[in-house]
């Protein structure tokens, strides 16, 4: 399920973000070291597997050269919850797991399985990283996750000889973009391809838009529910999506054909042989698919604009990633420990950002370490972001709520992309899904 794999394959352009001076650190990694853990094997779980379970296994063969520790991963699929519970009850709890969701790691502390991570790892966290991805790391003020690898939600992706032909630039407003749309379907190309058979893609439409508009604070009264989503800034949100989701030239088989189009299919419909239209938003990782699926070059074939400002706010930056924990029933805790300081560097960082499909929100990672200019410049927008960015707001939610198909928020939203017309309506059917969720 792509939802929970926010973080599939990185892409970016250059064209619109300058790139600067690179942070310091972040060179590859030296052979030999201390071999402090020889012998001593580290268990690993999380939901990567194929490209990106080979190129982590990169990272922990370097952590392997480094300190001796051998390692063994296990890919749990997309329900890591559900899996490593059922480890953990059968007496063959991993020693670490890379935890993709703030609200599954919010859940395995309050049931008392982790342990906090180090003094060593939290220096490196302080010294490295924004304030924010602490928080998100974080349980009443005790830090359990490190956040390894990150994704970039807030990308426009469009086909450059789409928007060449209908003579358009690169908007920088949420108005510029609905404007610069027409102008596409005018030349005969459908604006957006909107993936609306996956609800997870129309909250992240959503959240970008809360995001700039309603801004930082309101967004995450929204996310903890201390906001209803009754509220005047959700309702206004939703107006604002429903100016692209009533246009049906604006969208590619307009409602009925979004609600057919899975996100696979929507990136499809942009860089697949035979398109039905010029852009469509997702995440970083919309390059991945475009690559691997079309042959499709990042920064040629396939660019991107950022999500552009809304009503006057900032353009949003809202992230996703997998933080890595150590759990209390681990049999190796001194080397579990030493696999999460050895994440927290730069040098750990390096090797997957080499290997492409990665991005850090380490800002000591230099830059020079990713392999094109494309990823570069996505990974200088999510460190320069610093503060300002978000955690996808769904993730952090229940599931019931943020996480579950045919329910909750993810069928409201379909149902608002099938008719436009009600904000209000749909922010009270929001509100009592998510109160219930919540256990309001």
């Not at 709520?401 to 009270?428: I, M, N, V, Y």
Request: proline share 5%.
């Amino acid at each position: 399920m792509m939802r929970r794999r926010t973080t599939l394959l990185t892409g970016c352009t250059a064209l619109v973000l300058a790139l600067g001076a690179t942070a310091c650190g972040g060179g590859p990694v030296a052979a030999g070291g201390d071999k402090s853990l020889d012998g001593q094997t580290v268990t690993v779980a999380g939901v990567w597997s194929g490209t990106e379970q080979k190129n982590f296994q990169k990272v922990l063969d370097a952590f392997t050269e480094k300190t001796g520790a051998k390692t063994q991963f296990t890919s749990t699929g997309d329900n890591v919850s559900t899996v490593v519970g059922s480890k953990i009850e059968g007496g063959n709890a991993p020693d670490v797991v890379m935890v993709p969701q703030v609200g599954v790691l919010k859940q395995f502390a309050q049931k008392g399985w982790l342990k906090p991570l180090s003094k060593k790892t939290e220096q490196s966290v302080d010294a490295g990283y924004a304030p924010v991805w602490k928080e998100y790391g974080s349980v009443d003020g005790t830090l359990y996750g490190l956040y390894f690898k990150a994704a970039h939600k807030s990308t426009v992706w469009y086909s450059p000889d789409a928007l060449a032909q209908a003579g358009v630039k690169p908007p920088k407003t949420y108005d510029e973009m609905l404007k610069a749309g027409q102008t596409v379907s005018d030349s005969g190309l459908a604006a957006f391809s909107v993936a609306g058979q996956d609800g997870w893609t129309l909250t992240d439409w959503f959240e970008n838009i809360y995001l700039s508009q309603a801004g930082p604070e309101k967004y995450d009264a929204l996310a903890a529910h201390k906001l209803k989503w009754t509220d005047a800034s959700v309702v206004e949100a939703l107006e604002t999506l429903g100016k692209l989701f009533k246009d049906k030239q604006l969208i590619a088989g307009g409602q009925k054909g979004a609600l057919n189009t899975d996100f696979p299919g929507s990136v499809e419909k942009v860089f697949g042989p035979e398109p039905e239209a010029g852009m469509v938003y997702e995440g970083d990782f919309v390059a991945g698919v475009a690559k691997d699926q079309f042959g499709k070059k990042a920064g040629e074939d396939a660019n991107f604009f950022p999500f552009p400002a809304v009503g006057g706010g900032e353009a949003p930056v809202v992230s996703g990633g997998d933080a890595a924990v150590v759990l209390k029933d681990g049999k190796n805790q001194k080397a579990a420990q030493a696999l999460l300081e050895f994440l927290a560097t730069p040098e750990a960082s390096a090797v997957w950002a080499e290997a492409g499909g990665f991005l850090s929100p380490n800002k000591k990672l230099d830059l020079a370490s990713y392999g094109d200019d494309v990823t570069r410049a996505t990974a200088k927008s999510l460190v320069e972001a610093g503060d300002s960015v978000r955690f996808d707001m769904s993730d952090q939610a229940p599931a019931a709520f943020g996480g579950t198909k045919g329910a909750g928020e993810w069928k409201l939203l379909q149902d608002f992309l099938r008719d436009p017309s009600d904000p209000k309506g749909t922010a009270a059917k929001l509100e009592a899904a998510a109160a219930k969720a919540y256990q309001d």
